[in-house]
């Protein structure tokens, strides 16, 4: 008996014993094939509706005749909803048809002997091929089109038809607009009787005039416009139709802003965080003003001949154009009823007292009868168009220059400075100009580098491109 | 007798040292299927509820009005009872003239649900509004849950175990005047409140995360804004029941 429980209790220490044997991983090991893959960048950006190209080096430790398999895998970072075999070829040549965006890519080379497969992972950022450059609005044989002209000059024509099935822009289409928004990027292109949004990816027709409000007027669009990211108004007609970011969207228009009388606004957004945003009256000829959330126009502070350089609530002249300069300031040009006078206004947006400043520009040559304006985003310089000439005008000074004479009949169809939003480093931005023109029966667009003295470097253009049709409305569109 | 008395010590030993390895069960909480009402931080009506037949077509003789609840415990796979009843001190309500009580359920799997409260229109509410304050009983299925706990964010609702639902035919100010609407129509009035109704064709203007875009809102305020001057300008002032002009 006593040896039986001997027995028991030495079987059942040997048995609790047993979990505390160390494992002393004596087995024998076969060396096996190792395969390093190495490529000339992991970070690799490609154009939607392009190839996608990437050789690889592979070194084997001890290659076998009966070779390697490999796979080509893509699908989008974060949580991948798809994936997509690229390729089971050892260097990638694929057709790319995702939609912009980044995207990870894994290669992996499998042994075939022992089945063991080693990865390497690539980064590709698929970007739209209509991403990046100078949209240009062209009329051929009375239908308007899109044409791009990319960083790397290549041109594309007709894209929205292309597009849309054919379709052409609305009749009469003359100005194309972009609000960056957040991440988004909304394109509009104006017509007489239309504004229309397309994708900013493959610009798909999105929406028509009507889509954008609760109850929509009559269609006569004039400009579209994010003002200091929480606010957008749309000119329609000389009537103001704002709307608050605020969420939850839908971000449809209402109503025009109210006003104590009837009104005509000219189309050019004068706005500061501070202060909100400022119309001029075409019919009363005197600014107006509006916060944030006001849903009515409201007077200006009182004059104050101390303080203020003009009277902004009785201006009496009529508005040529008005644009932002630099921080809060805007320059507003005025002509007065007799159409033979000229005047500058200064106004800074994000104080109370906002005239701040007037210029008589009358003798200014070629500025009375110009056809075409805009800004410096650097120096108080207006730039402007008369016929086949530009020329820049020094505000403070009241003086203006010359700075290129195009061809003979020429006519000037738009200007605009480059503003890359996706690289605010770029030493381009708000330092070459575009400029369309129409040359006989061909469009032309042309980029004039502004030197530090706001003059064209070297008195000409840096590139031209021909061969367009008449152009109406050109603008640099980012990468968003 | 001396080895017996060892082996044997041994073998306890081993069998006692051995009862360590043995696996420890999960000790249970056990609750009673409790139920009480669920008050949503943010909502206008987690307290209590203003019901108006005014804002409804002349048509509609009944109407339900739905109290959220939530249980506490497991969902279980069966339907289960919930029991509701008027606070007898604190309601004015008459049953079956003002109100029916609907039978209420937690559906089988859920772990919230609606009390329905029938209510029911009649001409006396032209004039007076009743209340009906509705308490969770003790149903064969859930006993009433926690009370009076207000809640101190969107993650940290209230809970209670009554509500309060008023009942009327005349216009009234709408659970989310006071916290969003007034600042698109200011201050109310039951005249005000039906133009605003006649103009913008619509009575309801729910707020928050699933109510109307906030452009929309602005649209209305504009709305009401000019057809407030064009009646203005065709009949002068529109004056309140307090014998304040309607502005916006």
């Not at chain 1, 044409?147 to 194309?176: D, E, F, H, Q, W």
């Not at chain 1, 706005?271 to 000829?285: A, E, H, N, T």
Request: aromatic residues 14%; glycine residues 6%.
């Amino acid at each position: 008996m006593f040896t039986s429980i001997k027995y028991l209790c030495g079987i059942t220490l040997a048995i609790a014993m047993a979990g505390c044997y160390k494992d002393e991983g004596n087995y024998d090991y076969n060396e096996i094939n190792k395969i390093a893959i190495t490529s000339d960048s992991t970070d690799v950006v490609v154009s939607q509706q392009d190839t996608l190209r990437i050789n690889v080096n592979l070194s084997q430790t001890m290659p076998d005749a009966s070779g390697l398999t490999y796979q080509w895998v893509l699908y989008p970072t974060g949580t991948a909803q798809t994936r997509r075999t690229l390729s089971e070829t050892k260097n990638l040549s694929a057709f790319i048809t995702e939609a912009p965006g980044s995207y990870v890519l894994d290669y992996f080379v499998t042994d075939k002997k022992t089945g063991v497969s080693f990865q390497k992972r690539f980064w590709i950022n698929v970007v739209s091929a209509f991403g990046e450059g100078w949209m240009v609005l062209e009329e051929v044989n009375g239908a308007t089109d899109i044409g791009l002209v990319t960083k790397g000059n290549k041109i594309y024509r007709n894209i929205y038809s292309a597009t849309n099935k054919g379709a052409k822009l609305p009749a009469g289409a003359n100005m194309i607009q972009i609000i960056n928004y957040r991440s988004d990027q909304e394109i509009y292109i104006f017509s007489p009787n239309d504004m229309i949004q397309v994708n900013y990816i493959d610009f798909l027709k999105i929406k028509r005039f009507d889509e954008f409000f609760f109850t929509a007027p009559e269609p006569k669009p004039q400009g579209h416009y994010l003002l200091g990211g929480a606010d957008k108004i749309l000119y329609n007609n000389g009537q103001v139709f704002p709307v608050s970011l605020m969420t939850p969207p839908p971000f449809f228009y209402g109503l025009p802003l109210i006003g104590e009388n009837p009104y005509y606004m000219e189309p050019y957004p004068i706005y500061s965080v501070l202060k909100g945003k400022f119309f001029y009256d075409r019919i009363s000829q005197r600014f107006y003003r509006a916060g944030p959330y006001d849903i009515e126009l409201s007077s200006c502070p009182a004059y104050n001949p101390a303080l203020d350089a003009f009277d902004m609530n009785n201006i009496g002249k009529k508005m040529l154009y008005a644009e932002h300069n630099v921080t809060d300031q805007h320059i507003a040009l005025f002509k007065n009823n007799n159409h033979d006078s000229l005047f500058i206004y200064v106004l800074d947006a994000g104080i109370d007292n906002a005239a701040i400043g007037k210029y008589d520009v009358t003798k200014v040559p070629g500025l009375l009868g110009a056809d075409h304006y805009m800004m410096s985003k650097t120096l108080t310089y207006l730039y402007y168009s008369n016929g086949n000439k530009v020329y820049k005008l020094d505000i403070l000074a009241q003086t203006s220059t010359l700075l290129y004479t195009f061809p003979a009949g020429a006519q000037v169809a738009d200007m605009k400075l480059y503003l890359n939003y996706d690289d605010f480093e770029d030493p381009d931005n708000y330092r070459v100009m575009g400029i369309a023109t129409n040359e006989g029966d061909q469009g032309k667009l042309y980029y004039f580098h502004i030197a530090g003295t706001g003059n064209f470097t070297g008195n000409t253009y840096r590139e031209v491109f021909s061969g367009f049709g008449k152009l109406s409305s050109i603008l640099f569109k980012s990468r968003s | 007798m001396k080895k017996a008395i060892q082996y044997t010590t041994l073998l306890f030993t081993c069998a006692f040292a051995l009862g360590a390895c043995e696996k420890s069960e999960l000790v249970d909480y056990n609750q009673p299927d409790m139920i009480y009402v669920f008050k949503d931080f943010d909502s206008d009506v987690k307290d209590s509820a203003s019901y108006s037949f005014a804002i409804k077509d002349e048509s509609l003789q009944y109407d339900t009005v739905f109290v959220p609840v939530r249980i506490m415990g497991t969902a279980k796979d069966f339907d289960r009872e919930v029991k509701w009843a008027p606070v007898d001190s604190l309601t004015t309500a008459v049953a079956g003239t003002d109100y029916e009580i609907l039978p209420a359920k937690v559906p089988a799997g859920a772990f919230s649900a609606n009390i329905p409260v029938k209510v029911l229109r009649n001409t006396a509410m032209k004039t007076n509004e009743v209340r009906l304050m509705v308490e969770i009983r003790q149903s064969k299925d859930f006993a009433p849950g926690i009370s009076d706990a207000n809640g101190s964010s969107w993650y940290m609702p209230g809970a209670s175990r009554r509500y309060l639902v008023k009942i009327n035919d005349f216009l009234t100010k709408p659970n989310n005047w006071d916290s969003f609407l007034k600042f698109f129509f200011d201050t109310f009035s039951q005249v005000k409140y039906a133009f605003i109704i006649k103009v913008t064709g619509r009575s309801e203007f729910p707020s928050g995360s699933t109510g109307l875009p906030y452009a929309q809102f602005v649209y209305y305020e504009t709305v009401c804004r000019n057809a407030l001057a064009e009646y203005e300008a065709a009949n002068g002032p529109l004056i309140d029941e307090f014998g304040n002009r309607v502005t916006f």
